[in-house]
């Protein structure tokens, strides 16, 4: 009997494939069950082929599968989209209409529409068709009904009563099949499930963000960072928080370095095109040496590119981006636990040395989301080091480890300036070439405090591995997943959740390893040459993507298991 089981819904854009997914989601956790979810959508309003993945598990789940063991194809079109996930032992579920362009897996004919049009119209099919899979996976009719209920209230009674009579019968079909003996599912509930919560990258990202003490958020909307602006925006209220959504990204990014002058705590999230635009302000926290938290959630680029999908193609971007020569600190999590823990200390990182700290996520991340222990705020430092200045104050004071305090205006008696043009230790401009050197040097010599206080890769494996395979970022999971199935103890997992600078460690457990396999979701392995150029690992293969989707566990673990065999040939 399967205890891990994939289910797809597609549909158009607005016909309630999401609905479907927050169903099933919060009905399979109540139930305790693990859920995972992720999604791939269009960019556009209505129409398209968009699809959402529902893994149901006895056991906690984190990554996306290419298999599906349930498709429910909700429009004309869906099961072309998602043929190539298809296989012999998927069943699909659908009204004969949209089964009948693919004869892929082994269809099940459902009177969706027609349970739809008894309930009063063709939008109740997708909560027909998310009931019938509640009772294909023995679901608990009464709580799946109530929870269909309670997720509708404010639409009223009337539309409450019309989706409980779809849902109802759904429940009712997916029941027969399962007593028929369709699938052979047996999930087993996990005690542990309901101590977790269930949350989004983007949502982790925020949360961690008032943990480390955000005060302001200034932002132009941009997919798929934006659900971090929305959820702060929420809680804006609540934490005395103060959520600006700007004319545009240059705005944006010089409010947030404004906000810190005054003292505040303060984020921008954007994505590749919008951190495009917020460049001179990064110079500009570079030579003024403002703490400045940019969250960078990556999408396919170049220019609009893929804008509602995923990819790992802005770490050169991010890491070069800007003029002059300033020190930067570059965070990648791949879990939503290390989401919540590193964009909180971005913000310590950015106050403590007075540099750019910027937050690398990505679609894949932002808009995943699974049942999760809860996070602990106090896992989270929120020193705040502003300096309370005396006559004769010098912003930019000469210092051993070039940090010098920081003082804003206000808050003693010292006159607190700043300048973008070079300038001298009390902010007045200069063009003293002797004292630009020392600013330039003075600005650089927090490199080596930020390399004192960088995150080491995590070594996931057996001591010693003969094969290492290097991640970053949203790759870990996956990867992870696809390790574990493929169970050999000599190939081991490096993943960096701190990409800039990297950590002294990452030389000699690279070196370590006789072969090393790069797996990133770029098309030129931009993390292989950051690793090559600082730290002299050469990768012996590259696992690398870049159309747009997640790597998923199982497909990952056939090509880990390809090059594995090629490399023991050679």
Request: aromatic share 6%; proline share 5%.
């Amino acid at each position: 009997m399967k205890d891990d089981v994939n289910v797809v819904f597609c549909g158009e854009a607005g016909q309630g494939v999401q609905t479907a997914e927050a169903l099933l989601v919060r009905a399979f956790k109540q139930a305790g069950c693990h859920v995972f979810a992720t999604k791939e959508y269009m960019s556009r309003i209505r129409g398209g082929s968009n699809s959402t993945d529902i893994r149901v598990s006895s056991r906690a789940v984190n990554a996306p599968l290419k298999a599906i063991d349930i498709c429910v194809p909700l429009h004309k079109g869906a099961l072309n989209h998602l043929a190539k996930r298809i296989s012999t032992e998927t069943i699909v579920i659908g009204d004969a209409d949209h089964l009948a362009e693919c004869r892929c897996g082994t269809h099940v004919e459902a009177p969706f529409a027609a349970i739809a049009k008894e309930a009063g119209g063709k939008i109740f099919a997708t909560v027909a068709a998310a009931g019938a899979v509640a009772g294909l996976l023995g679901m608990d009719d009464k709580a799946f009904i109530e929870l269909v209920g309670k997720a509708i209230a404010k639409k009223g009674e009337e539309i409450v009563k019309k989706n409980k009579q779809a849902a109802s019968r759904g429940l009712e079909f997916g029941r027969k099949l399962r007593e028929e003996g369709s699938g052979g599912f047996a999930l087993e509930p996990d005690p542990e499930v309901s101590g977790r919560i269930v949350v989004t990258g983007a949502e982790a990202v925020a949360l961690g963000a008032l943990a480390g003490g955000c005060d302001f958020l200034s932002s132009y909307p941009m997919s798929p960072s934006t659900g971090v602006m929305t959820f702060l925006a929420g809680q804006a209220a609540s934490f005395g928080l103060v959520v600006e959504q700007a004319e545009d990204e240059i705005s944006a990014v010089n409010m947030a370095l404004g906000a810190w002058y005054a003292g505040a705590r303060a984020i921008v999230t954007t994505s590749g095109g919008g951190f495009a635009l917020m460049v001179e302000g990064l110079s500009l926290a570079g030579i003024i040496e403002s703490p400045l938290v940019i969250h960078l959630a990556q999408r396919p680029g170049p220019a609009t590119g893929l804008p509602t999908r995923t990819e790992q193609g802005d770490l050169e971007f991010a890491l070069y981006s800007g003029h002059g020569e300033f020190p930067r600190i570059l965070l990648a999590p791949g879990t939503r636990e290390e989401a919540f823990l590193l964009a909180g200390k971005a913000f310590d990182l950015a106050d403590k040395h007075q540099v750019p700290v910027i937050l690398l996520t990505d679609q894949f991340l932002m808009d995943s989301y699974a049942d999760t222990p809860p996070f602990d705020p106090a896992a989270v430092e929120a020193v705040r080091r502003i300096h309370k200045t005396e006559a004769g104050y010098k912003r930019y004071a000469l210092s051993l480890d070039g940090i010098s305090p920081r003082g804003i205006p206000g808050y003693g008696e010292g006159l607190v300036g700043v300048d973008s043009d070079e300038h001298d230790e009390e902010a007045h401009i200069t063009e003293d070439l002797e004292l630009r050197t020392k600013m330039v040097v003075k600005r650089l010599r927090k490199a080596d405090g930020i390399l004192r206080e960088a995150i080491p890769p995590e070594y996931i494996g057996e001591p010693g591995a003969r094969v290492l395979v290097v991640t970053w970022g949203s790759t870990r999971n996956p990867v992870r997943e696809a390790l574990a199935a493929i169970g050999r103890k000599d190939v081991a997992q490096l993943h960096f959740s701190q990409v800039w600078p990297l950590h002294p460690s990452a030389e000699f457990l690279l070196a370590r390893a006789k072969r090393r396999i790069l797996v990133e979701g770029n098309a030129t392995a931009q993390f292989g040459r950051l690793l090559h150029l600082y730290a002299g690992a050469e990768m012996s293969a590259r696992i690398l993507r870049c159309d747009g989707l997640p790597f998923a566990a199982d497909e990952t673990a056939e090509r880990l298991r390809e090059v594995l065999d090629r490399e023991a040939l050679q």
